[in-house]
């Protein structure tokens, strides 16, 4: 059973701060990542997308992985009340299909 | 990415009675899914949609409980039948975006806005 873990949060920041959202995966082979923002009542809109070690930035979101660990993570820099949403983590399965599995997520609540 | 809509977007129900949730997408896709995310849960892979032949069924979900439909590369249906209130979720469809050329294991999924369902 492949597995992603989420730290349900809410995970709470100032407004200005970093927000750090962690998820770690078990499945060994996997070789793609994906990070979703989920605003309540909305659909999971996809932000990063990550396939090698090593970090990948966007604008204010940097994406990293580090497979040897099985764990991947998400930061927000400069985060605003409007990044206040669930982010879930989403794991590609090896082999075959690729289809990811996701996490939970972590509600992220960025106050003013 | 494909834009990609749902019908209907939300619906109240009676126990016992069908609900089909349609999914158009605006451009040809060879790969549909089904996910359902029920109250403060992460997204479930129901099935995929595969046009031409069967859906994909994951564990856990059977073809009589949640019939699948693709008669076409932009179009798919999915029926939650004879329903009870522990069916009331969030019905969501996806595709994969084929137009970047990417390889499989890196392609990424985009979702439909959802279809909210209430069994009473």
């Known amino acids: 059973q492949k597995e992603v873990e989420q730290n349900s949060g809410p995970l709470s920041v100032p407004e200005g701060a970093i927000a750090s959202l962690n998820c770690t995966y078990s499945?060994?082979?996997?070789?793609?990542f994906f990070w979703y923002r989920q605003y309540s009542g909305k659909s999971p809109e996809l932000i990063m997308s990550?396939?090698?070690?090593g970090d990948k930035e966007d604008g204010r979101f940097t994406a990293q992985l580090n497979k040897a660990s099985q764990y991947v993570s998400l930061l927000i820099r400069d985060s605003q009340p409007s990044d206040s949403a669930t982010y879930l983590c989403?794991?590609?399965?090896?082999?075959?299909?690729?289809?990811?599995?996701f996490g939970r997520g972590t509600s992220l609540i960025v106050h003013p | 990415s494909a834009v990609i809509s749902q019908k209907p977007s939300r619906d109240i129900c009676q126990r016992g009675t069908s609900l089909t949730i349609q999914c158009q997408v605006d451009?040809?896709?060879?790969?549909m899914f089904w996910y359902r995310q029920q109250p403060g849960q992460s997204l479930t892979l129901i099935a995929t949609?595969?046009?031409?032949?069967?859906?994909?069924?994951e564990s856990g979900f059977v073809i009589d409980k949640f019939p699948i439909s693709r008669p076409n590369l932009t179009f798919s249906t999915l029926t939650v039948s004879n329903m009870s209130p522990e069916d009331s979720s969030i019905y969501l469809c996806?595709?994969?975006?084929?137009?970047?050329?990417?390889?499989?294991?890196?392609?990424?999924?985009?979702f439909g806005p959802g279809t909210r369902l209430t069994v009473l």
């Open positions: 451009s040809q896709v060879t790969m």
């Open positions: 990550i396939y090698s070690n």
């Open positions: 949609a595969n046009q031409g032949s069967e859906a994909t069924y």
């Open positions: 989403a794991v590609g399965a090896s082999g075959g299909s690729y289809i990811p599995t």
């Open positions: 996806s595709v994969e975006d084929l137009s970047s050329g990417r390889a499989i294991n890196t392609r990424e999924q985009f």
């Open positions: 499945d060994r082979g996997s070789q793609s």
